[in-house]
């Protein structure tokens, strides 16, 4: 059973950080195409950072370019997500993907991927 489980979301003032890990069970992380998404309240979801297959490409979202960085632990079959001065802006539940096809032609499109985690909260508020 191919599985993906988000931790690390949280309340965090403005400027804070958090770093979220996406846990992978039932096949290799590092043979496909990973991607971090978000969705806000009322709007739609959207591509944060996505990591071609063995990491040979990582992409950023325009609005998190210089302040989140996304890694891949192939020890712990895990990736993360690490975000630095975080904005109210940032708030929204962040999911990790997978594309189990490993064909992806627009990597910051969550359609273009297949296997979802159940998505971890993120607050930013003072």
């Known amino acids: 059973q191919l599985q993906l489980v988000e931790s690390g979301g949280g309340l965090v003032q403005p400027g804070g950080s958090l770093r979220l890990s996406c846990a992978a069970s039932g096949f290799t992380l590092d043979d496909y195409p990973i991607g971090w998404f978000r969705q806000a309240p009322g709007k739609e979801r959207e591509g944060v950072s996505t990591s071609s297959v063995s990491g040979g490409t990582t992409i950023y979202t325009d609005s998190v370019k210089g302040r989140f960085t996304m890694s891949r632990d192939n020890a712990m079959n895990t990736v993360h997500l690490q975000m630095n001065s975080l904005k109210p802006e940032d708030t929204a539940v962040y999911y990790c993907?997978?594309?189990?096809?490993?064909?992806?032609?627009?990597?910051?499109?969550?359609?273009?991927?297949?296997?979802w985690g159940q998505g971890t909260q993120v607050t930013v508020s003072s």
């Open positions: 993907a997978a594309a189990h096809s490993r064909l992806v032609s627009s990597p910051l499109g969550w359609w273009e991927y297949d296997v």
